[in-house]
């Protein structure tokens, strides 16, 4: 059975808001040069999923490797840079992608060469079918270090972005009072460890929720720790992705889970910036 499509919170960040809440985050102090070389790793965020059809991936539409000029992707802010990586970014990032599934990807990385990775997973690591399935955090550490130690050996001069998982409890705040939103969600079981009874305000179901959040925050902390072991080649976004605010309009109407165009361009924008910015 496919894996629950990755959650994409970050899809609902409004753009116009971006360059006013990133006004003073510091970026990497010396990024050196802009690569010439990219990979994508990650879910179905990055696959750029529902971003402009029914349940296919639109990796042109990508935040990350993406072609399309309505996304100012990583790629396209670097290609302004260094006209060296036309050509030459390469997705390799699977829609329903979790933690386990990253040393793999990390080693299909390697074989491309490239100079610069950037990987966003987690979300399906805690958006699974009940609160019971979400992956310990032990685990998702686990799955981490080894796809960061496979990158580290294979490519020792690349810089890595580790982007946070989106908060999980916010598409439930703006999507919960949306019908449409609602029924989708129930009809295709979207994220059921957070969005089961989307309405009900019994203890129990907030207390869920909360503990859903803390395991997203939970993996957000490895993350960050994973990044600060690797060393200076590995850059974390301090959380500019969980903490970003977004609307239910930013995302998808095929599923009102995952980012639209304009969701992919703000995700851009935020992971982009509190990065290496280049």
């Not at 958006?127 to 496979?150: K, Q, W, Y």
């Not at 997203?216 to 600060?228: G, K, M, P």
């Not at 995952?258 to 969701?263: F, L, T």
Request: net charge positive; proline share 6%.
């Amino acid at each position: 059975m496919r894996k629950t499509p990755a959650l994409a919170l970050a899809s609902g960040f409004a753009i116009g808001t971006v360059a006013a809440l990133l006004v003073g985050t510091p970026a990497v102090a010396d990024p050196g040069p802009p690569p010439g070389s990219m990979a994508s790793m990650g879910d179905s965020i990055t696959r750029g999923f529902n971003a402009s059809g029914w349940f296919s991936d639109w990796p042109s539409r990508s935040f990350s490797t993406g072609t399309t000029t309505g996304v100012n992707s990583h790629y396209r802010r670097i290609l302004a840079k260094n006209p060296a990586i036309s050509g030459r970014n390469f997705n390799d990032a699977v829609s329903g992608a979790n933690a386990a599934d990253m040393p793999g990807q990390a080693t299909t990385v390697v074989g491309r060469g490239v100079q610069y990775v950037t990987i966003l997973i987690g979300a399906n690591d805690a958006c699974t079918s009940s609160e019971a399935t979400m992956t310990p955090v032990a685990t998702f550490r686990g799955h981490i270090d080894t796809a960061l130690n496979t990158l580290k050996t294979g490519l020792p001069n690349a810089k890595v972005a580790l982007i946070s998982v989106p908060d999980v409890k916010r598409l439930w705040q703006v999507g919960k009072d949306n019908s449409s939103a609602r029924n989708t969600w129930s009809l295709f079981g979207i994220c059921q460890s957070m969005l089961a009874n989307p309405t009900s305000t019994a203890q129990a179901d907030e207390d869920r929720r909360n503990r859903v959040r803390q395991r997203v925050i939970d993996f957000n902390a490895q993350l960050a720790q994973a990044c600060a072991v690797y060393g200076p080649n590995c850059d974390f976004d301090d959380n500019a992705v969980f903490n970003f605010p977004f609307a239910l309009s930013h995302v998808s109407t095929w599923d009102y889970f995952h980012p639209n165009v304009s969701g992919q361009n703000a995700l851009a924008g935020a992971s982009y910036t509190a990065g290496f910015n280049w």
